[in-house]
């Protein structure tokens, strides 16, 4: 489903955020988001995905992704809507949430039918269900681009009556038919152009402000389904995105077997398994992310100093290690992913990280130990992440 060429350069005039940069860019998504006329959540959905997609196609070179597809956003989409399709059982028997005024939403409809069929365990990721149906499940994700072509992308960037192009564009509009979308998906050449362009400097405001828009869009979104379902927010909003992360036992062995049996940040021996707690390298606040490359296992001390910090670049260095592919490590976490079947993503949790710390400002501060940190080194970060410095 992806355009060939993702990734490219896009020609053409410079978007009218460009002009006070980063802000103008984010003075322009609030407004977008406090548009009120949109019945469902899928302006939400569609903005987180277009930013973690950001984040994840950050190039080895440090630089932000140009060009994103209506396949990539409809699987992220997928994934972040999966955890929406659990009941919701604060008392009683509880139900799945309504995110449309008018009833629920399409896309949660389609997720909730895949889920009834192929898993009907609540706590199962979206990932292993992927690996277990997989024809099925990429129907669904065909299902869902269609909607998002039909639907969110063609009237996102309008406000009130007024088109605003200031994200992305696109090459069709709301009278897209779905059979020329069909011809594209069973890829029938020339049918219908799947590229989702953004505007210039667009991918780089998307990582620059991840941090503050994350909790923005979640809290709107939540906002919105609070109201719809008349909820209290805060509740709401934990269930939805505070996750309740995945139980992460059946690695914590395997990953502290590949360390040597050792405490990740202070290489501490740890007797057993057992003294570890599984930690998320790149912190869960800044990019929610369970594949096994994320996870180190940490002494509880550390784990708990570190909390939701980044790790300082000596960690982050040995960290990088484990991606290089002729790595005793990067084997070992192959093996450890397919006995446990669990999801592995490595270049994609690599990328997310260059797109994180180059980007942070000289007075940010970076978890080293204990109580300490330190100031972010921008050159011994770039060749621990064999990157560029980002100017």
């Keep these: 489903m992806d355009h060939p060429c993702a990734g490219g350069v896009l020609e053409g005039p410079v978007n009218d955020s460009d002009s006070r940069g980063a802000i103008g860019f984010a003075e322009k998504l609030l407004e977008l988001l406090d548009e009120g006329r949109y019945a469902s959540t899928y302006k939400f959905a569609v903005l987180l995905a277009l930013m973690d997609l950001c984040l994840e196609g950050t190039l080895a070179s440090g630089a932000a992704p140009q060009m994103l597809t209506t396949g990539q956003l409809a699987s992220k989409v997928v994934e972040l809507y999966w955890p929406h399709t659990v009941p919701l059982t604060l008392s009683g028997p509880g139900a799945v949430l309504r995110q449309s005024t008018t009833g629920q939403a399409e896309v949660v409809s389609a997720i909730r039918q895949f889920r009834e069929q192929h898993a009907p365990d609540p706590s199962t990721p979206h990932w292993q269900s992927r690996i277990a149906a997989p024809a099925t499940y990429q129907q669904l994700v065909r299902d869902v681009e269609w909607k998002l072509i039909e639907m969110p992308l063609p009237r996102l960037q309008t406000m009130g009556r007024e088109p605003r192009e200031f994200i992305y564009r696109i090459h069709w509009d709301a009278q897209v038919q779905r059979g020329a979308v069909a ?20 991918g780089e405001y998307f990582v620059q402000l991840a941090g503050l828009l994350r909790p923005l869009i979640q809290r709107r979104w939540a906002s919105m389904i609070a109201q719809v ?15 309740v992360r995945t139980a992460t036992a059946t690695v914590r062995a395997g990953i502290w077997e590949i360390q040597d049996k050792r405490c990740f940040y202070c290489e501490k021996k740890l007797v057993e398994p057992t003294q570890g707690e599984v930690d998320h390298f790149v912190p869960w606040s800044r990019y929610p992310d369970d594949s096994l490359d994320n996870f180190v296992v940490a002494d509880r ?3 708990g100093a570190k909390s939701s910090s980044l790790a300082a670049h000596p960690h ?28 592995r993503r490595p270049y994609r949790s690599l990328n997310v990280a260059r797109a994180i710390y180059p980007r942070l400002p000289q007075d940010a ?14 050159k011994a970060i770039a060749v621990a992440l064999q990157i560029d410095e980002v100017p």
């Design 183 to 202: 011809a594209y998906q069973r890829g029938e050449p020339g049918a219908f152009d799947n590229a989702i362009l953004l505007l210039p400097q667009v």
């Design 229 to 243: 379902n008349q909820l209290e927010e805060a509740q709401l909003e934990t269930f939805l995105f505070g996750a």
């Design 301 to 303: 001390r550390c784990n």
């Design 316 to 343: 982050l260095e040995r960290w990088r290690r484990r991606f290089a592919v002729n790595s005793t490590a990067f084997a070992q976490l192959r093996d450890l992913g397919t006995s446990a079947r669990w999801d």
């Design 365 to 378: 501060r970076l978890w080293l130990r204990g109580s300490e940190f330190i100031a972010p080194d921008g």
